[in-house]
C-alpha cells in the first residue's frame, strides 16, 4: 500500500461494499427513499456482473446481469411517467441503456432509440436542463471526444436521443459529472479537470479546475463527485487521494483527504459520487483483488478537511419558456451566417404566407411556414431585412422588399409575387447607402402620408432614412431624407407604421424611440437602457412589433448575452412585461434558440398552425443535430401563455 502523506487527512469509511460479483467496480448511484433515506439503496457497475445492488451498510441485496456495465448515473423522476432513470454504460455493445429503476433496486430495463455513439464510449453523465428541463446524457471518449444527446420520452414509453453537439479535448475523458444548474465537469485523465457550460445552446469554452502536475492533481484525474452544495471532489488517483475545489470561488483547491476502510486505504480511487449526505468511491484495487465502493460521509470529509458545512446551491432563476414548432432549412454556409427574418401574411391565403431571411454571407431567402426554401437570391451578403405592402408601382399595389446589401454597400429592392411567392429585384441600379458596412435595416410606411421609407444603419452609430419612390420605368429608387446618428454601434429596429414610432437598438445602451417621419416627429427618448434592467444583457439585437388593435401591443427585443426576449408594451411608455427563452422541443426534434440577432413577429393569423400569429427568430446556434444557422418559428399563444400576454384576434 502506498504511504499518504502525514499532512493528507484520512477519512474513516462508515461502510465498505462487499466485492461486486464482477470483474470490476466503477460507477455508483445511491437511489433514495423518500419515506426512510436509511433504507436508501447503493446501485453500483460490477463489470461483467452487470449491476450490483447493495444497501447502505453495503450488504448486497441483488445483482441483475443487464451487461458489462462500467458506469452508471441517475436523476430522479425522469423516467417515462416518473420514477429514477438509470443511465449505464454497456461496455461490450459500447452503448448506453437505460432503465427505470423500481421497488428494490431492480433495473427494468427501458427501449432506447437514436443513440449511435461514434467513439469508443468510457463514461457518462445527465445534466437537466434548468432552462427548458431537457434531459440530456453526455457520453465521453477514450480520445476525448464528447457528445452530448437529447433524450425525449415516446407514447410507447421508449426514450429517444438526438445528438445536440460534439467536440473534443484531444486525450482520454474517463469520467464526468453534470449538475442541473448549468455545469459539466469531465476528467481528462493525463490533463486535469474540466468545466463547460452543459447546456447545448451555450459556447463550448472551457474553464480549467485543476491541472495535471501543474496544479495539484499528481498525475491521473479519476472520478468527479459533485456536493449538493457545490463543491467538487476528485479522485486524485496517483496520490490516493481526494481533491476538494469550490467553483463558488473560482475553483479554489480547498484541500484533500484520504479514505479508508479500517486499515484499507483506497488507492488509485475511481468513481466518485457525492448523493446527498452520502459519498461512494470505487475502489478498484480493493485488497484481495475484490474491487468494491467504500462509503463516506460528506459532513465527515468536510470536517477532516477542516472546512465548514453550507447549504446546497440554489436552483438558478428560469424564465418563461416558449417552444418552436417550426425550424427552416439551415443556411448553406458555416459560420455567422443567417441573421434577420421578415414576415409577409398572404391575404388571399395566410396559409401560404413565407418568411423572408438575410444570408449575410451570400443572399436571401424565402422560405414558406413549414421552413422549406422556395427561393434563395445569390445577390450579395444581405444583413437585415424587411418588408412593406402597399406601395404603388407599375399602376398596381405591390409588396416592397428591402435588404442591407454588405457586397455593394446599398439597398437591395424587391418585389414580392403573391402568386409565385418569389422576389423579384426592382432596384433603379445601385441604391448606395454611403455606408462602409451597412448593417440594420427596417421599413416604415406613413399612415400620413402614405409614403414608404427605409432606414439603414452601420456599426459606427450611424443611420440614415430613404424615402423609396417609383420611378415611370418600374423601378424604385432611394432618396435620402434624413441623419439619425447614434453614439456608438445599432443595428435592430422597427417602425410603428399606426403610431409613427421608430424604435432602435443601441447595442451595448439599450433601446430609443422618436419619431419614424423625417420632420416633426417626436424627439429621441430612451426607452429601456441594459444598465437599469438585470434582465437585459447586451448585445440588444433583433426588435419585432406584435400591433394589436386601439394602439395596444408588444415589442419583442432580442437580448443577445442571456439568449432571451424581452418584452415591452406598445402602448403608454413602453413599460417593461417581461422577457422569455425559446426552449428546446426534443420530441418534436428542434432545438432551442441561442444568440438570436434578428427577430420578426406578427399578429396577422399565417394559417391554422399560426390562428394569433407567429414570432420568428434567428438561431445562433443552431444544435440537436449541429447544423449551419436557421430561423426557428413559433406561434404567438406559446409566447402569450409564457408572460400572460394578450392575443391579437
Known sequence: MAQQAASIPVVAASAETQATDGSGADGAVVVADPADASRSLILAGAESAGIDVFDLAGKRVGTHKVGNIRALDLRADAAPGGGPLLAALDGKDNAPKLFRVMAGGVPAPLALTGIEPGMTVAGLCF??????????????????????????????????GRIARRWSLGSEIGYCAADDRGSVYFSQEAVGVWRFAAEPEAEIAPEIVDIVRLGHITEEAKGVGIAADGRLLVSDASANRLNIYDPLDGYAYLGSVALA????????????????????????????EEPNFKIAGWQAILAAAGLPERPAVPAPETMPLARPTVETVPVETGGDAADDPAIWINPADPAQSVVIGTQKQSGLYVYDLEGKVIQFLPDGRMNNVD????????????????????????????????????????????QDTGFKDPYGLCMYRSAKTKKTYVFVNQSDGKMRQWELVATPAGKVRAKLVRDLPFETQVEGCVADDETGMLYTGEEDVGIWREGAEPRGGPARTTLAKVADNPALKDDMEGIGLYAMADGKGYLVVSSQGNDSYAVFRREGDNAYVGSFRIGADMAAGIDGVS?????????????????????VAQDGRNVSPPENQNFKLVPWERVAKALGLEIGQ
Open 595 to 615: 444568440e438570436t440577432d434578428g427577430l420578426d413577429v406578427t399578429s396577422m393569423a399565417a394559417g391554422p398552425a399560426f390562428p394569433h400569429g407567429l414570432m
Open 127 to 160: 445534466s437537466r436542463s434548468h432552462r427548458d428541463d431537457t434531459l440530456y446524457l453526455f457520453l465521453v471518449g477514450d480520445k476525448g471526444e464528447i457528445e452530448q444527446w437529447g433524450l425525449s420520452s415516446e407514447a410507447s414509453g421508449a426514450m429517444n
Open 261 to 288: 476502510a479500517g486499515t484499507d486505504q483506497v488507492e488509485d480511487g475511481g468513481s466518485v459520487t457525492v448523493a446527498g449526505p452520502v459519498v461512494l468511491v470505487a475502489d478498484d484495487d480493493n485488497s484481495p
Open 387 to 430: 418588408l412593406r405592402s402597399g406601395f404603388r408601382l407599375g399602376g398596381r399595389d405591390v409588396t416592397l422588399v428591402t435588404a442591407s446589401n454588405r457586397t455593394t454597400k446599398g439597398i437591395s429592392i424587391y418585389v414580392l409575387d403573391p402568386a409565385t411567392r418569389k422576389l423579384t429585384d426592382v432596384a433603379d441600379g445601385l
